[in-house]
Protein backbone atom coordinates (compact mmCIF):
# COMPACT_ATOMS: atom_id res chain seq x y z
CA UNK A 1 0.00 0.00 0.00
CA UNK A 2 2.77 2.70 0.37
CA UNK A 3 4.15 1.78 -2.93
CA UNK A 4 0.54 2.59 -4.26
CA UNK A 5 0.72 6.13 -2.19
CA UNK A 6 4.21 6.95 -3.32
CA UNK A 7 2.95 6.46 -6.97
CA UNK A 8 0.21 8.27 -6.23
CA UNK A 9 2.31 11.28 -4.72
CA UNK A 10 4.90 11.09 -7.30
CA UNK A 11 3.87 9.31 -10.62
CA UNK A 12 6.97 7.95 -12.53
CA UNK A 13 8.35 8.44 -15.64
CA UNK A 14 6.23 6.42 -18.50
CA UNK A 15 9.02 5.22 -19.89
CA UNK A 16 10.50 3.65 -16.60
CA UNK A 17 9.13 0.63 -15.78
CA UNK A 18 9.17 0.81 -11.65
CA UNK A 19 9.79 -2.32 -9.19
CA UNK A 20 6.47 -2.40 -7.43
CA UNK A 21 6.87 -4.71 -4.05
CA UNK A 22 3.08 -5.42 -4.56
CA UNK A 23 3.29 -6.76 -8.25
CA UNK A 24 6.54 -9.07 -7.70
CA UNK A 25 5.01 -12.42 -8.66
CA UNK A 26 4.96 -13.12 -12.39
CA UNK A 27 1.70 -15.02 -12.24
CA UNK A 28 0.20 -11.87 -10.51
CA UNK A 29 1.51 -9.60 -13.51
CA UNK A 30 0.53 -11.51 -16.50
CA UNK A 31 -2.91 -9.35 -17.18
CA UNK A 32 -1.43 -6.14 -15.45
CA UNK A 33 2.04 -5.34 -16.46
CA UNK A 34 4.16 -2.65 -15.04
CA UNK A 35 3.68 0.03 -17.37
CA UNK A 36 -0.09 -0.45 -16.93
CA UNK A 37 0.43 0.37 -13.08
CA UNK A 38 2.31 2.99 -13.93
CA UNK A 39 -0.50 4.89 -16.32
CA UNK A 40 -2.69 4.14 -13.89
CA UNK A 41 -1.40 6.08 -10.91
CA UNK A 42 -0.45 8.54 -13.12
CA UNK A 43 -3.62 9.35 -13.74
CA UNK A 44 -5.15 8.87 -10.40
CA UNK A 45 -2.36 11.37 -9.35
CA UNK A 46 -3.60 13.61 -10.96
CA UNK A 47 -6.80 14.33 -8.59
CA UNK A 48 -4.34 13.82 -5.60
CA UNK A 49 -5.14 17.40 -4.80
CA UNK A 50 -9.08 17.61 -5.65
CA UNK A 51 -10.00 14.99 -3.40
CA UNK A 52 -9.79 12.70 -0.17
CA UNK A 53 -7.28 10.21 0.76
CA UNK A 54 -10.02 7.24 1.44
CA UNK A 55 -11.30 8.19 -2.08
CA UNK A 56 -8.14 7.75 -4.07
CA UNK A 57 -6.99 5.00 -2.59
CA UNK A 58 -10.33 3.10 -2.91
CA UNK A 59 -10.35 3.62 -6.77
CA UNK A 60 -6.52 2.74 -6.50
CA UNK A 61 -7.01 -0.43 -4.86
CA UNK A 62 -10.08 -0.94 -7.60
CA UNK A 63 -8.36 -0.09 -10.43
CA UNK A 64 -5.18 -2.08 -9.73
CA UNK A 65 -7.39 -4.81 -9.16
CA UNK A 66 -5.56 -5.39 -5.27
CA UNK A 67 -8.72 -7.92 -4.16
CA UNK A 68 -8.69 -10.23 -7.26
CA UNK A 69 -4.79 -10.52 -6.99
CA UNK A 70 -4.89 -11.21 -3.02
CA UNK A 71 -7.53 -14.27 -3.84
CA UNK A 72 -4.94 -15.47 -6.36
CA UNK A 73 -2.02 -15.11 -3.62
CA UNK A 74 -3.82 -17.02 -0.56
CA UNK A 75 -6.17 -19.58 -2.25
CA UNK A 76 -6.91 -21.26 0.89
CA UNK A 77 -8.18 -17.86 2.35
CA UNK A 78 -7.97 -14.21 1.91
CA UNK A 79 -10.45 -12.91 4.42
CA UNK A 80 -8.01 -11.83 6.86
CA UNK A 81 -5.92 -10.06 3.69
CA UNK A 82 -8.96 -8.09 1.94
CA UNK A 83 -9.97 -7.41 5.61
CA UNK A 84 -6.55 -5.44 6.24
CA UNK A 85 -7.02 -3.92 2.98
CA UNK A 86 -10.37 -2.09 4.25
CA UNK A 87 -8.71 -1.41 7.30
CA UNK A 88 -6.38 0.51 5.74
CA UNK A 89 -8.92 2.63 3.71
CA UNK A 90 -10.45 3.41 6.66
CA UNK A 91 -7.78 4.83 8.50
CA UNK A 92 -7.50 7.15 5.64
CA UNK A 93 -11.09 8.59 6.27
CA UNK A 94 -9.77 11.38 8.93
CA UNK A 95 -7.16 12.89 7.11
CA UNK A 96 -9.88 14.18 4.01
CA UNK A 97 -8.90 17.76 5.23
CA UNK A 98 -4.56 16.94 5.68
CA UNK A 99 -4.56 15.22 2.69
CA UNK A 100 -2.66 12.41 0.90
CA UNK A 101 0.67 13.86 1.96
CA UNK A 102 0.05 13.84 5.65
CA UNK A 103 -1.90 10.28 5.17
CA UNK A 104 1.50 8.79 3.14
CA UNK A 105 4.00 10.65 5.81
CA UNK A 106 2.15 9.05 8.85
CA UNK A 107 1.88 5.49 7.64
CA UNK A 108 5.83 5.23 6.23
CA UNK A 109 6.85 6.93 9.93
CA UNK A 110 4.67 3.81 11.61
CA UNK A 111 6.33 1.65 9.04
CA UNK A 112 9.54 2.64 9.92
CA UNK A 113 9.21 2.53 13.39
CA UNK A 114 7.34 -1.22 13.67
CA UNK A 115 4.23 0.09 15.32
CA UNK A 116 1.58 -2.50 15.72
CA UNK A 117 -1.42 -2.08 14.40
CA UNK A 118 -4.67 -4.72 15.35
CA UNK A 119 -5.22 -6.54 11.70
CA UNK A 120 -8.55 -6.37 10.00
CA UNK A 121 -11.83 -8.26 11.28
CA UNK A 122 -12.94 -10.21 8.31
CA UNK A 123 -15.52 -11.57 10.67
CA UNK A 124 -16.89 -7.84 11.43
CA UNK A 125 -19.93 -8.25 9.34
CA UNK A 126 -20.64 -11.53 9.47
CA UNK A 127 -21.11 -14.72 12.02
CA UNK A 128 -17.69 -15.74 12.62
CA UNK A 129 -15.53 -17.90 15.33
CA UNK A 130 -12.43 -15.61 16.11
CA UNK A 131 -9.43 -17.05 18.30
CA UNK A 132 -7.46 -14.44 19.40
CA UNK A 133 -5.06 -13.85 21.93
CA UNK A 134 -5.56 -11.78 25.18
CA UNK A 135 -2.98 -9.29 24.49
CA UNK A 136 -4.74 -8.70 21.17
CA UNK A 137 -8.06 -8.54 22.70
CA UNK A 138 -7.79 -5.31 24.77
CA UNK A 139 -10.17 -2.77 23.30
CA UNK A 140 -12.21 -5.34 21.54
CA UNK A 141 -15.85 -6.96 22.32
CA UNK A 142 -17.38 -9.27 20.75
CA UNK A 143 -20.97 -11.01 21.79
CA UNK A 144 -19.83 -14.21 22.93
CA UNK A 145 -16.51 -15.04 24.61
CA UNK A 146 -15.28 -18.25 25.52
CA UNK A 147 -11.56 -18.24 27.51
CA UNK A 148 -10.06 -21.11 26.00
CA UNK A 149 -6.67 -22.99 26.76
CA UNK A 150 -7.02 -21.34 30.55
CA UNK A 151 -6.74 -24.79 32.54
CA UNK A 152 -3.10 -25.01 31.26
CA UNK A 153 -0.54 -24.57 33.65
CA UNK A 154 1.20 -20.91 33.54
CA UNK A 155 5.23 -21.09 32.48
CA UNK A 156 6.96 -21.18 35.50
CA UNK A 157 9.72 -18.41 35.90
CA UNK A 158 13.32 -19.33 36.45
CA UNK A 159 16.50 -18.62 35.16
CA UNK A 160 18.04 -14.87 34.16
CA UNK A 161 15.60 -12.16 36.35
CA UNK A 162 15.50 -8.54 36.38
CA UNK A 163 15.02 -6.60 39.72
CA UNK A 164 13.09 -3.36 38.67
CA UNK A 165 13.60 -1.27 41.34
CA UNK A 166 17.37 -1.83 41.93
CA UNK A 167 18.14 -2.41 38.13
CA UNK A 168 20.11 -5.54 38.96
CA UNK A 169 20.23 -8.63 37.22
CA UNK A 170 20.28 -11.96 39.24
CA UNK A 171 21.08 -15.92 38.18
CA UNK A 172 21.67 -19.02 39.81
CA UNK A 173 24.30 -22.08 38.72
CA UNK A 174 23.23 -24.79 39.83
CA UNK A 175 20.88 -25.62 42.88
CA UNK A 176 22.96 -22.73 45.25
CA UNK A 177 20.06 -19.65 45.26
CA UNK A 178 21.51 -16.80 48.10
CA UNK A 179 18.84 -14.98 49.90
CA UNK A 180 18.56 -11.92 47.33
CA UNK A 181 18.02 -14.17 44.08
CA UNK A 182 15.27 -15.59 46.14
CA UNK A 183 13.78 -12.62 46.94
CA UNK A 184 13.82 -11.28 43.54
CA UNK A 185 12.38 -14.47 41.97
CA UNK A 186 9.25 -14.20 44.85
CA UNK A 187 9.13 -10.48 43.64
CA UNK A 188 8.72 -11.84 40.03
CA UNK A 189 6.54 -14.31 40.36
CA UNK A 190 4.02 -11.85 42.49
CA UNK A 191 4.43 -9.44 39.07
CA UNK A 192 3.43 -11.86 36.80
CA UNK A 193 0.42 -12.79 39.03
CA UNK A 194 -0.67 -9.63 39.22
CA UNK A 195 -0.20 -9.52 34.92
CA UNK A 196 -1.83 -12.44 34.75
CA UNK A 197 -4.72 -11.04 36.74
CA UNK A 198 -5.35 -8.48 34.57
CA UNK A 199 -5.12 -10.64 31.21
CA UNK A 200 -8.28 -12.64 32.94
CA UNK A 201 -9.98 -9.29 33.54
CA UNK A 202 -9.55 -8.21 29.97
CA UNK A 203 -10.53 -11.79 28.60
CA UNK A 204 -13.24 -12.01 30.38
CA UNK A 205 -14.95 -8.37 29.96
CA UNK A 206 -14.59 -9.00 26.20
CA UNK A 207 -18.60 -10.54 26.53
CA UNK A 208 -21.02 -8.07 25.46
CA UNK A 209 -23.83 -10.88 26.08
CA UNK A 210 -22.50 -13.95 27.53
CA UNK A 211 -19.14 -15.27 28.96
CA UNK A 212 -18.76 -18.99 28.81
CA UNK A 213 -16.22 -20.06 31.58
CA UNK A 214 -14.89 -23.52 31.15
CA UNK A 215 -14.99 -25.68 34.52
CA UNK A 216 -11.65 -26.60 36.35
CA UNK A 217 -10.56 -30.07 36.91
CA UNK A 218 -9.16 -30.93 40.25
CA UNK A 219 -5.57 -30.69 40.86
CA UNK A 220 -5.23 -28.86 37.26
CA UNK A 221 -5.93 -24.69 38.57
CA UNK A 222 -4.34 -23.58 35.50
CA UNK A 223 -4.37 -19.85 34.52
CA UNK A 224 -8.46 -19.50 35.85
CA UNK A 225 -6.78 -20.55 39.44
CA UNK A 226 -5.34 -17.16 39.63
CA UNK A 227 -9.22 -15.58 40.34
CA UNK A 228 -12.42 -17.18 42.21
CA UNK A 229 -14.43 -16.46 39.47
CA UNK A 230 -17.21 -18.57 41.46
CA UNK A 231 -17.62 -21.26 38.69
CA UNK A 232 -18.55 -23.23 41.28
CA UNK A 233 -21.84 -22.16 42.19
CA UNK A 234 -22.93 -21.54 38.56
CA UNK A 235 -25.25 -23.61 36.40
CA UNK A 236 -23.74 -25.24 33.92
CA UNK A 237 -24.81 -23.66 30.50
CA UNK A 238 -28.28 -24.98 28.43
CA UNK A 239 -27.26 -25.73 24.74
CA UNK A 240 -31.35 -26.54 24.20
CA UNK A 241 -31.90 -22.89 23.60
CA UNK A 242 -29.67 -22.96 20.82
CA UNK A 243 -30.43 -24.77 17.57
CA UNK A 244 -28.24 -27.27 16.61
CA UNK A 245 -27.98 -26.61 13.00
CA UNK A 246 -27.80 -23.58 11.32
CA UNK A 247 -30.54 -22.14 9.74
CA UNK A 248 -30.93 -22.66 6.34
CA UNK A 249 -30.16 -19.96 3.88
CA UNK A 250 -32.93 -18.03 2.03
CA UNK A 251 -33.67 -19.61 -1.49
CA UNK A 252 -31.86 -17.31 -4.35
CA UNK A 253 -34.67 -15.17 -5.53
CA UNK A 254 -35.20 -14.88 -10.10
CA UNK A 255 -33.93 -11.81 -11.25
CA UNK A 256 -36.82 -10.73 -13.43
CA UNK A 257 -34.81 -7.27 -14.30
CA UNK A 258 -35.12 -6.91 -18.44
CA UNK A 259 -32.20 -4.97 -20.30
CA UNK A 260 -35.28 -2.04 -20.10
CA UNK A 261 -35.65 -1.84 -16.46
CA UNK A 262 -31.68 -1.65 -16.40
CA UNK A 263 -31.12 0.97 -18.16
CA UNK A 264 -34.08 3.10 -16.63
CA UNK A 265 -32.28 2.30 -13.25
CA UNK A 266 -29.44 3.19 -14.21
CA UNK A 267 -30.35 6.16 -15.64
CA UNK A 268 -31.95 6.90 -12.31
CA UNK A 269 -28.76 6.63 -10.49
CA UNK A 270 -26.87 8.84 -12.49
CA UNK A 271 -29.64 11.95 -12.12
CA UNK A 272 -29.34 11.42 -8.58
CA UNK A 273 -25.72 10.98 -7.91
CA UNK A 274 -23.95 14.83 -7.28
CA UNK A 275 -20.17 15.30 -7.76
CA UNK A 276 -18.02 18.22 -6.30
CA UNK A 277 -15.95 19.99 -8.65
CA UNK A 278 -13.37 21.98 -6.72
CA UNK A 279 -12.89 25.57 -8.28
CA UNK A 280 -9.68 27.96 -7.15
CA UNK A 281 -10.25 31.53 -8.81
CA UNK A 282 -6.88 32.48 -7.30
CA UNK A 283 -4.92 29.86 -9.06
CA UNK A 284 -6.59 30.41 -12.65
CA UNK A 285 -3.36 29.00 -14.21
CA UNK A 286 -3.70 26.01 -12.54
CA UNK A 287 -7.32 25.47 -13.37
CA UNK A 288 -8.41 22.99 -15.79
CA UNK A 289 -8.26 24.23 -18.57
CA UNK A 290 -4.71 24.40 -18.44
CA UNK A 291 -4.21 24.30 -22.29
CA UNK A 292 -6.11 27.20 -22.71
CA UNK A 293 -4.09 29.24 -19.74
CA UNK A 294 -0.79 27.91 -21.47
CA UNK A 295 -1.41 29.12 -24.78
CA UNK A 296 -2.86 32.33 -23.42
CA UNK A 297 0.85 32.87 -21.32
CA UNK A 298 2.50 31.72 -24.23
CA UNK A 299 0.93 34.30 -26.35
CA UNK A 300 1.79 36.86 -23.56
CA UNK A 301 5.57 35.92 -23.70
CA UNK A 302 5.86 36.25 -27.53
CA UNK A 303 3.94 39.72 -27.23
CA UNK A 304 6.57 40.93 -24.90
CA UNK A 305 9.34 39.41 -26.53
CA UNK A 306 7.69 41.08 -30.31
CA UNK A 307 7.19 44.48 -28.59
CA UNK A 308 10.11 44.76 -26.22
CA UNK A 309 7.96 46.87 -23.54
CA UNK A 310 9.28 49.37 -21.67
CA UNK A 311 8.87 47.23 -18.66
CA UNK A 312 9.85 43.61 -17.54
CA UNK A 313 7.39 41.96 -16.16
CA UNK A 314 7.22 38.54 -14.51
CA UNK A 315 5.75 36.86 -11.52
CA UNK A 316 8.54 38.46 -9.06
CA UNK A 317 7.26 41.76 -9.93
CA UNK A 318 3.39 40.96 -9.74
CA UNK A 319 4.59 39.36 -6.12
CA UNK A 320 6.01 42.43 -4.64
CA UNK A 321 3.69 44.86 -6.71
CA UNK A 322 0.56 42.96 -4.54
CA UNK A 323 2.63 43.13 -1.62
CA UNK A 324 3.48 46.15 -1.51
CA UNK A 325 -0.28 47.42 -2.16
CA UNK A 326 -1.00 44.89 1.30
CA UNK A 327 1.68 46.54 3.35
CA UNK A 328 -0.19 50.25 2.24
CA UNK A 329 -3.49 49.28 2.89
CA UNK A 330 -2.38 47.70 6.41
CA UNK A 331 -0.69 51.10 7.19
CA UNK A 332 2.58 49.21 7.56
CA UNK A 333 4.50 51.34 4.72
CA UNK A 334 3.54 54.71 4.33
CA UNK A 335 2.32 55.55 0.74
CA UNK A 336 4.76 58.33 -0.12
CA UNK A 337 7.71 57.66 -2.76
CA UNK A 338 10.26 57.16 -0.30
CA UNK A 339 8.63 54.89 1.26
CA UNK A 340 7.36 52.53 -1.64
CA UNK A 341 10.65 52.76 -3.15
CA UNK A 342 13.20 51.90 0.21
CA UNK A 343 10.50 49.35 1.12
CA UNK A 344 10.86 47.68 -2.38
CA UNK A 345 14.97 47.53 -2.07
CA UNK A 346 13.85 45.73 0.92
CA UNK A 347 11.38 43.20 -0.73
CA UNK A 348 14.30 42.41 -3.57
CA UNK A 349 17.06 42.04 -1.24
CA UNK A 350 15.08 39.33 0.90
CA UNK A 351 14.31 37.70 -2.26
CA UNK A 352 18.03 37.64 -3.01
CA UNK A 353 17.13 40.24 -6.51
CA UNK A 354 19.82 42.73 -7.33
CA UNK A 355 17.60 46.26 -8.30
CA UNK A 356 18.36 46.81 -11.87
CA UNK A 357 19.17 50.35 -13.48
CA UNK A 358 16.43 49.78 -16.66
CA UNK A 359 13.21 48.39 -15.85
CA UNK A 360 13.11 46.96 -19.49
CA UNK A 361 15.57 44.31 -17.83
CA UNK A 362 14.71 44.06 -14.50
CA UNK A 363 13.35 45.24 -11.27
CA UNK A 364 13.78 48.63 -10.35
CA UNK A 365 12.27 49.89 -6.96
CA UNK A 366 11.78 53.48 -8.24
CA UNK A 367 9.41 51.97 -10.92
CA UNK A 368 7.51 49.44 -8.71
CA UNK A 369 7.17 52.55 -6.08
CA UNK A 370 5.97 54.83 -8.70
CA UNK A 371 3.51 51.85 -9.93
CA UNK A 372 1.89 51.53 -6.62
CA UNK A 373 1.21 55.61 -5.69
CA UNK A 374 -0.26 55.64 -9.35
CA UNK A 375 -2.49 53.06 -8.68
CA UNK A 376 -3.66 54.37 -5.20
CA UNK A 377 -4.58 57.82 -6.93
CA UNK A 378 -6.49 55.83 -9.94
CA UNK A 379 -10.37 57.58 -8.88
CA UNK A 380 -11.60 53.57 -8.72
CA UNK A 381 -9.31 53.11 -5.75
CA UNK A 382 -8.76 56.09 -4.12
CA UNK A 383 -12.51 56.63 -3.39
CA UNK A 384 -13.01 52.70 -2.04
CA UNK A 385 -9.36 53.05 0.08
CA UNK A 386 -10.80 53.59 3.64
CA UNK A 387 -13.01 50.74 3.35
CA UNK A 388 -10.41 48.40 1.52
CA UNK A 389 -9.40 45.10 3.63
CA UNK A 390 -6.47 43.04 1.79
CA UNK A 391 -6.23 39.55 1.83
CA UNK A 392 -9.86 38.61 2.02
CA UNK A 393 -10.69 34.34 1.98
CA UNK A 394 -13.77 33.56 0.45
CA UNK A 395 -15.64 30.32 0.10
CA UNK A 396 -19.12 29.47 -1.90
CA UNK A 397 -20.93 26.77 -3.95
CA UNK A 398 -23.05 26.42 -6.50
CA UNK A 399 -24.91 24.06 -8.91
CA UNK A 400 -23.88 24.12 -12.44
CA UNK A 401 -26.24 25.29 -14.95
CA UNK A 402 -24.94 22.87 -18.04
CA UNK A 403 -24.81 19.99 -15.42
CA UNK A 404 -27.47 20.18 -12.80
CA UNK A 405 -24.91 16.64 -11.45
CA UNK A 406 -22.10 19.28 -10.68
CA UNK A 407 -21.65 21.20 -7.14
CA UNK A 408 -19.23 23.37 -7.70
CA UNK A 409 -17.61 24.26 -4.43
CA UNK A 410 -15.41 27.56 -4.81
CA UNK A 411 -12.75 28.58 -2.46
CA UNK A 412 -9.85 31.61 -3.13
CA UNK A 413 -8.32 34.41 -1.79
CA UNK A 414 -9.12 38.23 -2.58
CA UNK A 415 -6.80 40.80 -3.33
CA UNK A 416 -8.87 43.42 -1.52
CA UNK A 417 -12.29 44.04 -0.83
CA UNK A 418 -14.63 46.59 -0.24
CA UNK A 419 -17.02 45.97 2.86
CA UNK A 420 -20.20 48.15 3.27
CA UNK A 421 -21.42 49.30 6.65
CA UNK A 422 -23.65 46.05 7.44
CA UNK A 423 -20.39 44.34 6.95
CA UNK A 424 -20.91 42.62 3.76
CA UNK A 425 -18.57 42.68 0.82
CA UNK A 426 -19.51 45.26 -2.01
CA UNK A 427 -16.56 45.54 -4.02
CA UNK A 428 -14.23 42.72 -4.98
CA UNK A 429 -10.91 44.31 -6.29
CA UNK A 430 -7.90 42.11 -7.87
CA UNK A 431 -4.77 43.82 -8.89
CA UNK A 432 -2.95 42.98 -12.19
CA UNK A 433 0.56 43.48 -12.64
CA UNK A 434 0.48 42.24 -16.36
CA UNK A 435 2.58 44.74 -18.77
CA UNK A 436 1.02 43.36 -21.54
CA UNK A 437 -2.34 41.16 -21.25
CA UNK A 438 -3.74 39.81 -24.35
CA UNK A 439 -7.88 39.23 -24.60
CA UNK A 440 -7.91 35.73 -23.49
CA UNK A 441 -5.99 36.70 -20.89
CA UNK A 442 -8.38 39.28 -19.74
CA UNK A 443 -11.21 37.06 -20.31
CA UNK A 444 -9.90 34.76 -17.04
CA UNK A 445 -9.36 37.64 -14.95
CA UNK A 446 -13.10 38.75 -15.56
CA UNK A 447 -13.71 35.01 -15.11
CA UNK A 448 -12.05 34.80 -11.88
CA UNK A 449 -13.50 37.80 -10.16
CA UNK A 450 -17.03 36.93 -11.71
CA UNK A 451 -16.17 33.45 -9.34
CA UNK A 452 -15.42 35.79 -6.60
CA UNK A 453 -18.95 38.14 -6.92
CA UNK A 454 -21.16 34.49 -6.92
CA UNK A 455 -19.66 33.59 -3.90
CA UNK A 456 -19.27 36.59 -1.91
CA UNK A 457 -22.76 38.09 -3.21
CA UNK A 458 -20.96 40.94 -3.93
CA UNK A 459 -22.42 43.37 -6.39
CA UNK A 460 -19.26 44.49 -8.50
CA UNK A 461 -15.81 44.01 -9.17
CA UNK A 462 -12.59 46.03 -10.24
CA UNK A 463 -9.51 44.70 -12.22
CA UNK A 464 -6.84 46.70 -11.82
CA UNK A 465 -3.80 46.90 -13.84
CA UNK A 466 -1.62 48.40 -12.37
CA UNK A 467 1.52 48.92 -15.00
CA UNK A 468 -1.10 49.95 -17.07
CA UNK A 469 -2.86 52.09 -14.95
CA UNK A 470 -6.32 50.76 -16.17
CA UNK A 471 -9.55 49.69 -13.62
CA UNK A 472 -12.08 47.02 -15.66
CA UNK A 473 -15.45 47.16 -14.30
CA UNK A 474 -17.35 43.83 -13.87
CA UNK A 475 -20.35 43.35 -12.58
CA UNK A 476 -22.32 40.36 -10.79
CA UNK A 477 -24.45 37.88 -12.79
Known sequence: MLDIIDGLLAPEDPDRIPRFSLWTDPVEIDHLLAREVVEILQG?????????????????????????????????????????VDLYLEMARPYDVRGLGAFAADMRARWENSEAEVEGRPDAEEQAVRLITMHSAKGLEWPIVIPVNTMTTP???????LNRSAGTAHYHIGPVRDATYEAVLLDERAQQERERIRLLYVACTRAAE??????????????????????????????????????????????????????????????????????????HEMSDDDAAMTEALATVFVEQEAEKPEVLGGPLRGTILHKLMEEVLTGEVADNLNSLEARSAELLAQVGESPAEDASKGLVPNELAQVVANTLTLPEVSVLRDRLHTEFTVFGHHVDAAAPQTEIALSGITDAVALAPDGKIEVVVDWKSDVSPTNTLRENYRTQVRDYLDASGATRGLVVYMTLGQVEEISAG
Open 44 to 84: LAIRARSTTPFQLLAEAVEELRVRPILKQRHPGGAERALAN
Open 155 to 161: QATSGLL
Open 210 to 283: LLVVPSLSEGRPGWLGFVDLGVDEMSPIDLSQFEPHLPPSEADQENHQDRDAFALEANRIVQSTRTIQWRQPSR
